[in-house]
């Protein structure tokens, strides 16, 4: 299967290793994956912030740079942006009245999937051949989880990972408090939400708190770091691409 990466702006700027590891995970599978370099910004943080008619522009960027790919899936390693894209395309396209973008958008946003979502549910695999000796923990991010509701996706491929011990988070579904710009306009909310989940991940004993956004992991990753509480984030699609210490 041909697979177009859509990276997403966080990733892509700040944690490019969880895009080589996305790759790394799908060509292990057997899939070609391009990269479509004319992509962009999804457009979630000015739609999101308001500013809807500023947004359409990143909408036909993005439209035309993965029709342009040709490919059969496109794949993203955030549950984020792939929400951006399933809940909020259709309706810019509509408020543009642009009827070619609402038709490319309304072809395209059925090839979008969350990283998880397309292994477990599009390829019906769970064991990606993955190994990482290490307590974990799985926090599921927001938009994956009310949104996109990938479900158990991410946890059924985390329990297939060879050498893992995978712990359950307490509170799991609570939000870690990014939201986006939410963190930036909510700073007080949000720091006292990101507490709480701080508590809940030292709670659950574990060395790795894993998830599928960089967004979140990166809130959550600050906090523990300025606490020193030895406990690092890791993107779900880095320990699916890990190998260390594979048992035989």
Avoid at 142 to 171: F, K, N, T, W
Avoid at 182 to 200: C, P, Q
Wanted: hydrophobic letters at 45%.
């Amino acid at each position: 299967m041909r697979i177009a990466l859509f990276i997403t702006c966080l990733a892509d700027t700040l944690f490019p290793d969880v895009g080589r590891a996305t790759v790394t995970v799908l060509e292990r599978l057997g899939h070609e994956v391009v990269f479509p370099e004319e992509q962009t910004c999804c457009g979630q943080m000015h739609a999101n912030s308001g500013y809807r008619r500023e947004a359409v522009p990143l909408v036909r960027r993005f439209v035309r740079a993965f029709d342009e790919a040709g490919a059969d899936a496109i794949v993203c390693p955030s549950g984020s942006c792939a929400a951006m894209v399933h809940e909020q395309y259709g309706g810019l396209a509509a408020e543009s009245g642009d009827a070619a973008l609402m038709a490319a958008v309304q072809r395209l946003v059925p090839q979008v999937f969350e990283l998880s979502q397309f292994l477990v549910g599009e390829l019906g695999v769970e064991d990606v051949g993955a190994a990482y000796p290490h307590r974990v923990t799985y926090h599921p991010t927001c938009h994956s989880l009310r949104l996109l509701r990938v479900g158990d996706a991410p946890l059924r491929l985390l329990r297939a990972v060879q050498g893992i011990d995978l712990v359950e988070l307490p509170e799991a579904t609570t939000c870690c408090g990014f939201g986006g710009t939410f963190a930036v306009k909510n700073a007080d909310t949000s720091t006292a939400m990101l507490t709480d989940k701080l508590r809940a991940v030292l709670d659950s004993g574990a060395e790795v708190c894993t998830a599928g956004d960089a967004s979140c992991l990166m809130h959550i990753g600050g906090g523990l770091s300025r606490q020193r509480a030895g406990v690092r984030t890791v993107h779900l699609a880095e320990i699916l691409a890990a190998t260390e210490e594979r048992a035989a």
